[in-house]
């Protein structure tokens, strides 16, 4: 098992930033790579970006449009979420996943592990 509790959310207002972290923990040397979704009330589950665990590649959802970044630490087994430049319609719950086989993928279907999810809430 691994076990990924996030950090970091809060409050902010529209055009400010915000640094989500995920510290894994457990079966981390099974990891391939590491996702964040979102989720709003009353819609889906939708990803925003994974990163490769070794490699440090990312992938993005077009709607980040190079406002949010991931990066990871992989001494800390930490990975992080840089949400600049946010807006009202970011606000949501934002989960940390962890995915043992190859692909960055878009799913949560794709996902074998999830944190517990952090609020985000950004003001207007």
């Known amino acids: 098992q691994v076990q990924l509790p996030e950090s970091g959310g809060g409050l902010v207002q529209s055009g400010g930033s915000l640094r989500l972290s995920c510290a894994a923990s457990g079966r981390t040397f099974s990891i391939y790579a590491m996702g964040w979704f979102r989720q709003a009330p009353g819609k889906e589950r939708e990803f925003v970006g994974a990163?490769?665990?070794?490699?440090?590649?990312?992938n993005y959802a077009n709607f980040v449009k190079g406002r949010f970044s991931i990066s990871r630490d992989n001494a800390l087994n930490t990975v992080y979420l840089e949400m600049n430049s946010l807006k009202p319609d970011d606000t949501a719950v934002y989960y940390c996943a962890a995915r043992r086989q190859i692909g960055l993928l878009t799913l949560p279907a794709d996902y074998d592990y999830w944190g517990q999810g952090t609020q985000v809430t950004v003001s207007s």
């Open positions: 990163i490769n665990w070794s490699t440090g590649n990312t």
